[in-house]
């Protein structure tokens, strides 16, 4: 056996650290390369960009049905990008010029690089022409995206449709809008009127009263503040209660009469649910905002929303918890985030990191990178989304959504009906929902401003969206 | 057609690159490194095939012709200089002179690819470097007086120092050089070879009993005014060297763990008093938080690295002039955008396997002073690395340090050429005999080459008892008193008794020529010096067989014909 000289025993020991250390600079810079960097490099801060543009075409936005929502088109030297649906995408897939917006800013880079294969990139080289740049699959449903646009009609609003199961965003429409083929030309004209807010995606970014869809936190917050009392809960409803000055009022001050939690929740009583908040302990009712993700920053599929501000501390006064146990006063959310909260209740308590791309393919089809869904957190236990359930499928059995009764498929949701400006009787109609009720795979919320109540307004479209959905998926099946 | 090219000599890149690193790699399992010749050969090769690829792509893409001249006028002069040096030495590393120039080469393409005239200035500091590094194995190999300057050392690190803390220009908050005449000098980069040299020639002298106590006492004034400049590179460098040249010293596995405990206090300390590393850890933590401000150079860095890829840019086709400081502190990730990460990790295991190669001569050589400063060389050198390589790939957090040999920053160029101008200079004297003059087949023939053998067939009495690190750790703090150093250190024994020994054992030693007693004469006056041996007679049976095995065969007469000898008596 070969003797270790006792004197070179710290040199070979110190050998190896520094070896050690080396190895692991290698796979720290390996690692980076393989798993972090390809999103990491989608930055505006990444001035690479303009450089890959040189070199090539920019590649085409796609849905996983092979429908093209964005491509360039290459006339001699002029590049010119080309968006088929013109307006009815607008926000979701964006523009590539004055600073990038949508699916065209966050995979900016991704539609830039070219892994298009190497005797693709020698004919390109020879011929004296650009590689293409890869192409972008996203998981929007043209078909679901056309009902959702159309059913908002005139009106100003958000929708957005998402998969329960995976977090995949089928159609996202806001309202006002803009046609993005034009999007450059008409810039000045957007930047400089201060009242447009076409550019505003109003999912991600728009915040608006909860309203009536905050009852769902409440309800949750009173069965896990009090999991022995929810089933004995009673409330004696005169269509109107008053709080210090104030005069609190069911709609159309209409008296529901005794009502147990399920009845308070499917009616939407207001009156039952500010006896509720008042209850509260806020202190622990904080905590559980902060499950839900209330204030924090969202995993929005475009890098940046919104937070949904709500105030709820121990010092909260009673004057204020009035306020926002029925979503009004400070109160402000995100339709994303109650997307968000409403997949979790469908979802047994977790909620999906909501994402638009499914994946990147090199021009030849070659899958370059896949986005797998992936579990974004838990909001709530499998029990309470459970319980939210039930009393969300009784919203539609026998409550505000009964619109929806008439549907070949079950369903669960909530109606709400945001107050806003200083008129009586403004207010914005919200729903969020999803079907089946029993094994739920779609989910959709939506808000029509200044339409009226959510039971009137915004069910309807409910219907239609998932009418389209199992129409569109189930029966492929 | 020219992003053709780019993307073609990228793939020729990581194949020359990879061939040389094997190379590297095998020359690393043989056992006389020095003796594989047609190995040397190819890397040369190999380098001057890298540095032409690099240039014609250069040319082409920039289509300004004074690359071409440019890259033949470096190999002319760099090839003559080198010439030079293998005239004047005879036997030189060429392993490391190999390395040398290929990391020299590769900073030459990117920092030709970033700016011309910044290429030009590397080259022409370059060659300054080279030819004064040049002198140093003549004054290593005439001046012994070297390993008694032990306090001049110190001083001369402290002033240097002191006076860039106490006069230096600020830049981005630290106090790092002088500015004459225009040109920028930093001396943390010089003193980095200067306190190597302090700390192995205290504690090679074991006469001194404060040697432990001041080595670290001046080292750790060191490292402080290089924190007060807020230097934390630096700082951290000068503590790996200090660290790992102690445990070299004194053997004990205790020192690496107070190092490391001493080291995070330190670090925890930092975090409190320093707001600027508080914000560096931050920045490495959280990179993408603060993009446009505080972590604007690190996520630059990473975004370069991530566009880049495997595969790379190609030369010309990246952007890594968004990188702030790429010419100096960031050109790894300016090599990584264009050249590819695959090139980029090649590229960390040449430096690996260089400094694995330092180690490795480190306990090759005989003298304990060269002992440590090879192996203090080889930590300054390995922890720049990780520093500017790690801090710039977000595997530590930044310290703002360059790297080695390919860096722009004349300081950090010449005094890495020094730096292995002392490698090269300890190689000349330690190992010259391997190839100076002597046919290389008899001696790898040789049984007197194979340590084992020689010890099985002569006997020699190396084998000590089977000891745990515990027991050996407390001879070490034995043999550290002076008293017994003290009669090793008598000059008295040492030919008398080799003599006998010799004639004991029936061999005969011819000195046949001037040179060869020098050796000897002077081999066992530095070893007692060096004291490393409690037991007298061990320490002759250990010296004999180091001498042994170094004397040429022609030295020794007998030698060869002593085993027979021995036979033919058991025969009988």
């Known amino acids: ?477 | 057609m020219a992003s053709f090219i780019s993307e073609i000599s990228n793939y020729a890149f990581v194949v020359i690159m990879a061939v040389y690193v094997a190379t590297n790699m095998i020359v690393f399992f043989f056992k006389n490194p020095e003796k594989h010749k047609h190995f040397y050969m190819l890397q040369t090769l190999l380098a001057i095939a890298f540095h032409a690829v690099g240039y014609i792509t250069l040319f082409v893409r920039a289509e300004d012709v004074r690359y071409f001249f440019f890259f033949a006028f470096q190999e002319i002069i760099l090839f003559a200089l080198i010439l030079v040096f293998r005239t004047l030495y005879r036997s030189v590393s060429r392993l490391m002179l190999n390395n040398v120039l290929m990391l020299l080469f590769v900073g030459f393409i990117i920092l030709g690819r970033l700016a011309f005239e910044n290429a030009v200035r590397q080259f022409v500091i370059t060659i300054v470097a080279f030819a004064v590094s040049m002198i140093i194995p003549w004054i290593m190999k005439h001046t012994k007086l070297l390993k008694k300057m032990g306090y001049v050392y110190c001083a001369l690190g402290i002033v240097a120092l002191g006076a860039v803390w106490l006069t230096g220009e600020i830049t981005n908050g630290s106090k790092l050089a002088f500015k004459i005449e225009g040109m920028s000098f930093q001396p943390s980069e010089f003193v980095k070879i200067v306190i190597v040299f302090f700390i192995a020639a205290l504690l090679t002298n074991k006469k001194d009993p404060f040697r432990y106590v001041s080595s670290g006492l001046f080292s750790v004034v060191h490292v402080l005014i290089l924190v007060l400049s807020r230097d934390l590179g630096g700082a951290g460098i000068y503590c790996m060297i200090y660290l790992f040249m102690l445990y070299i010293a004194n053997r004990n596995a205790i020192t690496l763990f107070v190092g490391a405990v001493g080291g995070a206090g330190a670090f925890y300390l930092a975090l409190q008093v320093f707001d600027h590393v508080k914000i560096r850890v931050q920045n490495w933590l959280h990179p993408w938080t603060d993009m446009s401000n505080t972590g604007y150079q690190i996520t630059q860095s990473l975004f370069a690295i991530g566009t880049g890829g495997w595969e790379g840019m190609g030369l010309f086709q990246g952007n890594p002039k968004t990188i702030p400081y790429v010419n100096e502190d960031f050109v790894f990730s300016a090599i990584a955008e264009e050249f590819g990460v695959m090139f980029s990790i090649l590229l960390i295991m040449l430096y690996l396997v260089t400094v694995l190669h330092m180690f490795r001569m480190s306990a090759r050589v005989k003298e304990f002073f060269h002992k440590l400063i090879l192996s203090g060389l080889a930590v300054s050198l390995g922890t720049q690395v990780i520093l500017t390589i790690g801090g710039g790939t977000r595997f530590i957090p930044l310290t703002g340090v360059t790297l080695p040999l390919i860096s722009m920053g004349g300081s950090s160029l010449t005094a890495t050429l020094l730096m292995f101008g002392v490698v090269q200079g300890i190689y000349i004297n330690e190992f010259a005999y391997y190839e100076d003059g002597y046919d290389e087949e008899e001696l790898e023939e040789d049984e007197f080459d194979d340590e084992d053998e020689y010890e099985d067939e002569y006997d020699v009495a190396e084998e000590e008892p089977e000891e745990s690190n515990e027991s050996s750790f407390a001879e070490n703090v034995i043999s550290e008193e002076p008293e017994d150093t003290a009669d090793v250190s008598n000059d008295e024994f040492g030919l008398q008794e080799l003599e006998a020994y010799l004639a004991q054992n029936n061999v005969t030693v011819e000195c046949s020529t001037v040179e060869s007693e020098e050796i000897l004469n002077t081999d066992i006056s530095e070893r007692t010096v060096s004291g490393e041996f409690v037991d007298e007679d061990d320490y002759i049976e250990d010296y004999l067989e180091d001498e042994l095995k170094n004397i040429p065969p022609d030295y020794i007469s007998g030698g060869v014909n002593r085993k027979e000898d021995d036979l033919d008596e058991e025969d009988k």
């Not at chain 1, 049905?65 to 290459?74: C, I, K, R």
């Open chain 1, 1 to 477: 056996m070969k003797k270790i000289n006792k004197e070179n025993l710290p040199i070979i020991i110190t050998s190896i650290l520094f070896t050690l250390v080396f190895a692991g600079m290698i796979v720290n810079l390996a690692w980076f390369v393989k798993n972090d960097s390809y999103d990491a490099i989608n930055s505006i801060y990444n001035p690479r960009d303009e450089i890959l543009a040189q070199q090539n075409v920019r590649g085409s936005i796609v849905t996983e049905q092979g429908d093209v929502l964005a491509y360039t088109e290459v006339q001699g030297d002029n590049e010119r990008r080309v968006y088929p649906y013109s307006v009815q995408f607008a926000h979701v897939v964006g523009y590539s010029t004055n600073g990038g917006m949508g699916v065209e800013k966050v995979a900016n880079m991704s539609l830039l690089q070219s892994n298009a294969s190497i005797s693709d990139k020698v004919d390109n080289d020879l011929n004296d022409s650009k590689d293409t740049g890869d192409t972008v699959v996203t998981s929007l449903n043209v078909r679901m995206q056309e009902v959702a646009f159309k059913s908002l009609g005139a009106f100003q609003g958000a929708i957005i449709v998402t998969e329960v199961e995976t977090g995949k965003i089928l159609a996202m429409v806001s309202k006002p809008d803009f046609d993005p083929n034009t999007i450059a030309g008409e810039w000045e004209d957007i930047i400089n009127n201060s009242d447009s807010s076409v550019l505003l995606n109003r999912v991600t970014h728009g915040q608006y009263p909860p309203g009536s869809t905050f009852k769902i936190v409440d309800a949750l917050e009173y069965y896990r503040q009090f999991p022995d009392e929810v089933d004995n809960y009673y409330y004696q409803c005169n269509g109107s209660l008053r709080y210090d000055e104030r005069k609190i009022t069911c709609y159309h001050g209409s008296s529901h009469g005794g009502v147990d939690m399920a009845r308070s929740f499917a009616k939407s009583c207001n009156c039952s649910f500010v006896n509720i908040g008042l209850k509260l302990d806020r202190a622990l009712m904080s905590e559980t905002l902060k499950d839900l993700l209330f204030g924090e920053e969202l995993p929005a599929p475009f890098q940046s929303s919104n937070r949904s501000v709500i105030n709820i501390s121990g010092d909260t006064d009673d004057a204020e918890m009035v306020q926002i146990s029925i979503g009004q006063g400070t109160a402000l959310m995100t339709p994303l985030h109650l997307n968000m909260i409403t997949c979790a209740i469908a979802n047994e308590g977790k909620v999906m990191t909501p994402q638009v791309i499914s994946r990147i393919e090199s021009t030849s089809g070659n899958v370059v990178k896949e986005y797998d869904p992936k579990v974004y957190t838990t909001m709530m236990t499998e029990e309470e989304a459970a319980y939210l359930t039930e009393l969300m499928t009784g919203v539609v059995e026998n409550g505000t959504g009964d619109f929806l009764t008439s549907a070949d498929y079950t369903s669960a949701g909530k109606t709400g009906s945001a107050e806003y400006g200083t008129a009586k009787g403004d207010s914005h109609a919200w729903f969020t929902g999803f079907a089946p009720a029993e094994d739920p795979k779609v989910c959709v919320t939506i808000i029509v401003e200044g339409a009226g109540t959510g039971g009137d307004y915004a069910v309807p479209i409910a219907k239609r969206l998932f009418d389209v959905y199992f129409e569109q998926y189930m029966q492929s099946e």
